[in-house]
C-alpha cells in the first residue's frame, strides 16, 4: 500500500503541473476550447492512470526481477553462459521497450518506407545488448569506467564523421529512447544484482555506469546502419 501512495504522489507531482498549463494555455490561445480542454483532461487522466499502474509494476515485479537475474546469474553457469545470457536480456528489454518502437515507427514513415522499422529495432537492440556485456566484462575485469567511456565516445565522433548528416541525428536519438520506462529500472536493477555477486558489496559504486555505456550501443549501431545505407 505504500507504494501505491508512493507512486501516485510521484505521478500526480509530474503530470498536474504539465496538465494545468496546458489548460491555461488553451483558454488563453483558442475561443471557445471547451471540447478540446475536455478531451484533453480525458487523455490526461487515462495517462496518469496508465503511468501510475506501470510505475508500481516496476517497483513491485521488474525492479526485483532484474537484481534477482543479476544476482543469480553468474552463480548459475560459466562467464560464457553468463554474458551470452547478458546479452539475451538486453536484446530482449530494448525491443520491449515503448519508446523505441516509437522511433522505429517515424523513421520507417520519414524513410519512405526505404528501411523498415525492424531494421532498426534490430540495430538498436543488438547495440544495447552489446554494451550491457561490455558493462559486466568491465565489472569481472574491474576496468576502470572512464577507459571504457573515452573509448566509446572517441568510437562515436570517428565514426560520426562517416555517417550521412541525416542519419547522425536519429543516431543520437536512438541512444536517447533507449533509456526509457521499461529499459532504465530493469538495467540499474540488473547492474546491482551483478555487483552484488561479482565485486563484493563494498564495490556497489561499480553498478553505476550501465546505463553510461547503454547510450553508446544503440548510437554507435545506427551510426552503423546510416554507413550501411548511406
Do not use: C, W
Request: cysteine-free; aromatic content about 10%.
Amino acid at each position: 500500500m505504500d507504494d501505491v501512495k508512493d507512486v501516485a504522489r510521484e505521478v500526480l507531482s509530474s503530470t498536474l503541473p504539465v496538465v494545468l498549463m496546458v489548460i491555461i494555455f488553451q483558454f488563453i490561445f483558442f475561443e471557445n476550447p471547451g471540447h478540446m480542454v475536455i478531451q484533453f483532461i480525458i487523455g490526461a487522466i487515462m495517462v496518469t492512470l496508465g503511468l501510475g499502474l506501470f510505475l508500481i509494476g516496476v517497483k513491485i515485479g521488474l525492479l526485483p526481477l532484474g537484481e534477482t537475474i543479476g544476482a543469480e546469474l553468474p552463480q548459475r553457469g560459466s562467464v560464457i553462459i553468463l554474458l551470452f545470457a547478458i546479452l539475451f536480456i538486453g536484446i530482449a528489454v530494448t525491443v520491449a521497450e515503448p519508446q523505441v518502437s516509437i522511433l522505429a515507427n517515424q523513421f520507417e514513415y520519414v524513410s519512405g518506407g526505404s528501411i523498415p522499422k525492424y531494421l532498426l529495432v534490430s540495430f538498436v537492440a543488438a547495440g544495447v545488448g552489446l554494451f550491457i556485456t561490455i558493462a559486466a566484462v568491465r565489472v569481472l575485469l574491474n576496468i576502470p569506467m572512464k577507459h571504457v567511456l573515452t573509448a566509446g565516445y572517441l568510437a562515436v565522433f570517428i565514426l560520426a564523421a562517416f555517417v550521412p548528416p541525416n542519419f547522425l541525428p536519429i543516431s543520437f536519438d536512438a541512444g536517447g529512447v533507449t533509456t526509457g520506462p521499461l529499459t532504465v529500472p530493469f538495467i540499474i536493477a540488473l547492474g546491482v544484482g551483478l555487483t552484488s555477486v561479482l565485486a563484493g558489496k563494498s564495490s556497489m559504486s561499480d553498478s553505476f555506469g550501465f546505463l553510461a555505456l547503454v547510450l553508446i550501443g544503440p548510437t554507435l549501431a545506427v551510426m552503423l546502419l546510416g554507413v550501411i545505407y548511406g
